[in-house]
């Protein structure tokens, strides 16, 4: 007889947190690997929370290709502005809504998924829930979220976007992926509109600054001047997102591992996010793929996976956080979309494998070519990574 609270049900995989990266695990291991039990703890009463994510059609090869029924809007390009460039970009962008998340999962997953489970302790062999129960696993995936990341240094991406309903058509035929013709208040800000109809928009208000407080408030005005100088109308909000995601600028991977005490990661939890646009939809599908390939799916395989793979990309990526660390450290709050709109003057092919992570050594040469946006001295001081990256 067990004791009460808890349960003699183990399961081959915890994924601990139903958000985007344990909840790709999940989808495809359904989808290809039928005879792997897990189950998909949320906190919450719907899988992915509030969130819209997107992606750059280039983003994703033939392996990615399994999510397409997770995509609730696809274009065929996107729009960027600035004070001294304007241009339409034909690259393919993608978003995927979180209802569309909740429900197909939900759909795909059925009784491997539970909702209203908070979760009070987590270790490589389970969790406990506030209940008391405990649930057992020969390994699990702490996905819940970013966490603390003490070992690395960060600047931030946060916005607050809101879905809204107008009086007429806004004749947006594309994103807008950035506009930062508006006031550069916090940083680096620019405001973001996808048109998921004729007369619906996601409107967000996007900053890169220091610090990571949220000024709500502020944000929603932003979006409200916004749609007023579009000539838009708004006749009621519908939805309200927010988020703060994490650039990377300098730290030690491998000491944010040791920190991990042997407990697999997912998600920015284990810094698998584009260290420049905070973007981690290609990296959920990647991590669940390669996940998916293990032959045998064990904690120190999970583990080890993960780790590594987490530790290798954070290596790779070493010039993008270069960058950031210039847009950062060496641009003045206020000119920092200098740096932004100077790219956008670069190819379509370069500006796709930025995006994607996989920048070739004549692109960097070609970005850092030039007459820098910042200034020469403070660029330079930004060079050395203070990390063991």
């Known amino acids: 007889m067990s004791e009460p609270g808890v349960s003699d049900q183990k399961t081959d995989l915890l994924l601990a947190g139903g958000g985007l990266a344990n909840g ?27 969130h819209t994510w997107s992606f750059f059609a280039s983003d994703l090869d033939a392996d990615g290709a399994w999510i397409a029924p997770l995509v609730t809007r696809s274009w065929d390009r996107y729009e ?12 393919g962008y993608r978003s995927c809504s979180s209802e569309q998340f909740h429900d197909v999962l939900s759909a795909a997953l059925g009784d491997r998924v539970l909702t209203h489970a908070r979760i009070t302790a987590l270790d490589p062999c389970g969790v406990t829930l506030i209940d008391g129960r405990r649930l057992h696993a020969s390994a699990v995936v702490d996905g819940r979220g970013p966490g603390p990341l003490p070992d690395l240094a960060l600047g931030y991406q946060k916005f607050v976007g809101q879905t809204v309903s107008l009086i007429a058509d806004h004749d947006l035929d594309g994103p807008i992926i950035m506009d930062a013709t508006v006031d550069q208040k916090d940083g680096y800000r620019f405001l973001y509109v996808l048109p998921w109809d004729a007369r619906t928009l996601l409107i967000e208000d996007t900053r890169y600054t220091d610090g990571e407080g949220l000024d709500r408030e502020d ?12 000539g838009w109308t708004i006749e009621a909000v519908t939805g309200e997102e927010e988020g703060v995601l994490p650039v990377a600028l300098d730290g030690d991977i491998e000491g944010h591992w040791a920190r991990a005490n042997g407990m697999a990661l997912s998600g920015l939890r284990a810094a698998l996010f584009h260290p420049t646009t905070g973007y981690s939809l290609p990296d959920a599908v990647g991590l669940a793929n390669a996940l998916c390939a293990l032959p045998v799916i064990d904690g120190p395989s999970v583990e080890r996976l993960v780790r590594e793979r987490s530790i290798r990309l954070w290596r ?27 790219f956008y003057g670069l190819s379509e092919p370069l ?16 970005i850092l070519s030039g007459k ?18």
């Open 219 to 230: 944000m929603r005005r932003g979006i409200a001047d916004y749609a007023e100088a579009q």
């Open 24 to 50: 790709l695990i999940a989808y495809r291991l359904a989808q290809v690997r039928p005879e792997v039990t897990f189950t998909l703890v949320e906190s919450g009463e719907r899988l992915g929370g509030r």
């Open 351 to 366: 500006i796709g494998r930025f995006y994607a992570a996989k920048l070739t050594g004549f692109d960097k040469l070609r």
């Open 372 to 389: 820098p946006p910042v200034p020469v001295g403070a660029a330079m001081r930004c060079l050395r990574e203070k990390g063991h990256a």
């Open 80 to 91: 960027v502005r600035f004070p001294h460039r304007r241009r339409t970009v034909a690259t």
């Open 316 to 342: 790779e990526r070493a010039f993008f956080r270069l960058l950031d660390r210039m847009l950062f450290r060496a641009a003045a709050p206020g000119q920092r979309y200098r740096v932004l709109e100077r």
